[in-house]
């Protein structure tokens, strides 16, 4: 079952960034796109829902889908990290998808700060990711 949760096209000052997310499996799976360059405004809009699976459900899975992704402003990294300090737990596995070497890099950066298991896929495997996700742990 998919259910968009939240999509937001932000404005001309924000580059062109957008996200979504959106339930999958009554909420036990999130998939978060995004796209452009993050900022600390999209995660004071985007983390509030994810929170609120994460109360509702206790863990979750998650597949962050980057397409044509710039990375983070400084203040969004710094919510970055703590949103994983503040969630490590709470991420039994994180699908990342992605088009470029540091996104594939990212997957090795977060293990440190959470407990799930990771891994990534090029976009080509989104099929692969979303299975994934859903095996018995």
């Known amino acids: 079952m998919l259910c968009q949760v939240f ?3 932000l ?6 960034m957008s996200f979504s997310v959106t339930e999958i499996e009554n909420g036990k799976t999130i998939e978060l796109s995004l796209t452009g360059k993050l900022s600390s405004e999209a995660y004071e809009e985007f983390v509030p829902v994810i929170e609120a699976q994460i109360a509702a459900h206790g863990k ?3 597949l962050v889908v980057m397409h044509d992704f710039h990375g983070w402003d ?3 990294l710094w919510a970055d990290t703590k949103f994983a300090m503040k969630h490590f737990k709470d991420i039994e596995r994180l699908a990342i998808v992605g ?3 540091w996104e594939k890099g990212m997957a090795t ?3 440190p700060f959470t407990t799930a298991s990771i891994k990534y896929f090029d976009h ?3 099929d692969d990711a ?6 018995s742990a």
């Open 7 to 9: 999509t937001r096209q």
């Open 11 to 16: 404005n001309e000052k924000e580059a062109e």
């Open 60 to 62: 979750v899975r998650m």
């Open 74 to 76: 400084a203040s969004a």
């Open 99 to 101: 088009e470029t070497k």
């Open 109 to 111: 950066f977060c293990k």
């Open 124 to 126: 080509a495997k989104i």
């Open 130 to 135: 979303r299975a994934w996700l859903q095996e």
